[in-house]
T-cell receptor
Framework: NAGVMQNPRHLVRRRGQEARLRCSPM?????VYWYRQLPEEGLKFMVY????????ESGMPKERFSAEFPKEGPSILRIQQVVRGDSAAYFC????????????FGPGTRLTVT | DQQVKQNSPSLSVQEGRISILNCDYT??????FLWYKKYPAEGPTFLIS?????DKNEDGRFTVFLNKSAKHLSLHIVPSQPGDSAVYFC????????????FGKGTLLTVNP
């Protein structure tokens, strides 16, 4: 059973470009969480999605950031007009359903904005 | 506002000895706590968890203790092994808040041979 997949593993963007981060949850998991880890910090919750629905986006910046989890295909975290402060590791986690206690994390995407 | 705090950025222990990692929280609504282990350039790996209705959970060399009145939990690793060297994150969640996890900043554990 493959784990949570994230791609790309490393992404370099110039200021003002767009970044698209992809996450494929574990097989059978329909709940996806995105977290961001800034240098020397813990992981911070950004958004929680189920198939075709955003359940909680309270941790996501109001501007430039968006997320989706379509019926078919991976979940996408999209950052428009990136700035240097967006440089971080972005982790996706999945769980089988509401009430499941453990979230299983992917290897992360390291975004560098130059 | 740091709701989950790991006040020790690093800890160094000898192989075979006990490692004790500490975590404090401020949100009394948290009802489930987890420890994750993270190697460089990898995602966090789930280690052990505890519900707020318990005060201890044990899994092999790993034991987590929860003191609700003090809002404190700790992870004990015994005996420690060099392969345990990693960053350990304490995380907490409130079941009424969509199960999102709140993480501490992590403690870097180094186990010396």
């Amino acid at each position: 059973n493959a784990g949570v997949m994230q791609n790309p593993r490393h992404l370099v963007r110039r200021r003002g470009q767009e970044a698209r981060l992809r996450c494929s949850p574990m097989k059978g998991h329909s709940h996806v969480y995105w977290y961001r880890q800034l240098p020397e910090e813990g992981l911070k919750f950004m958004v929680y999605l189920q198939k075709e629905n955003i359940i909680d986006e309270s941790g996501m910046p109001k501007e430039r950031f968006s997320a989706e989890f379509p019926k078919e295909g991976p979940s996408i975290l999209r950052i428009q007009q990136v700035v240097r402060g967006d440089s971080a590791a972005y982790f996706c986690a999945s769980s089988p359903g509401t009430g499941e206690n453990e979230q299983y994390f992917g290897p992360g995407t390291r975004l560098t904005v130059t | 506002d740091q709701q989950v705090k790991q006040n020790s950025p690093s800890l160094s222990v000898q192989e075979g000895r006990i490692s004790i990692l500490n975590c404090d929280y401020t949100n009394s609504m948290f009802d489930y706590f987890l420890w994750y282990k993270k190697y460089p350039a990898e995602g966090p790996t789930f280690l052990i968890s505890i519900s707020s209705i318990k005060d201890k959970n044990e899994d092999g060399r790993f034991t987590v203790f929860l003191n609700k009145s003090a809002k404190h939990l700790s992870l004990h690793i015994v005996p420690s092994q060099p392969g345990d060297s990693a960053v350990y994150f304490c995380a907490a969640r409130n079941s009424g808040s969509n199960y999102k996890l709140t993480f501490g900043k992590g403690t870097l554990l180094t186990v010396n041979p």
